[in-house]
């Protein structure tokens, strides 16, 4: 017992050696020499404004010019391909469903909401050329159920 308190006396007495400037002075030197260049920010930020900016600017061009110019051969094109594609198979899946609970109607009567998701796929098919479309849309549907307490 008498050993240790001896060794935990003498750990208490001991001290780091400081630091020389030498040591000090390397390693700022080190640092200085590891950090990478400093750039400027990206202008992430002008984008978030310049493309709104210019959909707004696209939309009242084609307000602006008549009708007949407004309608691109792109859109011509795309009309008679329109045509010949038929819808051949619409699927509904049920993504999710959330109960959202108890709600009170208008005329006070408990309800029941529900959020249900879903994603609508529809396949277009050119019978001509067997060219297909398949068109995915994601939809929510919020649901009102009446709730009868027996």
Known sequence: MDD?????????????????TALTARIARD??????P????????????????????????LQVLPER?????????LRPAEAQ????AAENVLVSVR??????LDDGSPARRERLR??????????????SLIWTVPRE???VVPVVFQ
């Open 4 to 20: 240790l308190s001896k060794l935990e006396a003498e750990l208490r007495s001991l001290r780091p050696a400081p630091v020389s």
């Open 31 to 36: 640092l200085a020499a590891a950090a990478p």
């Open 38 to 61: 400093r750039r400027e920010a990206p202008l992430h930020w002008f984008w978030a404004i310049a493309l709104p900016a210019a959909a707004a600017v696209v939309a009242m061009l």
């Open 69 to 77: 110019r407004a309608e691109s051969s792109l859109a011509a094109a």
């Open 85 to 88: 594609l038929k819808p051949v």
């Open 99 to 104: 109960d959202e609970g108890l709600v009170t």
């Open 118 to 131: 879903y994603v609508d796929t529809i396949q277009w098919r050119n019978p001509r050329t067997n060219a």
């Open 141 to 143: 549907e919020v649901r």
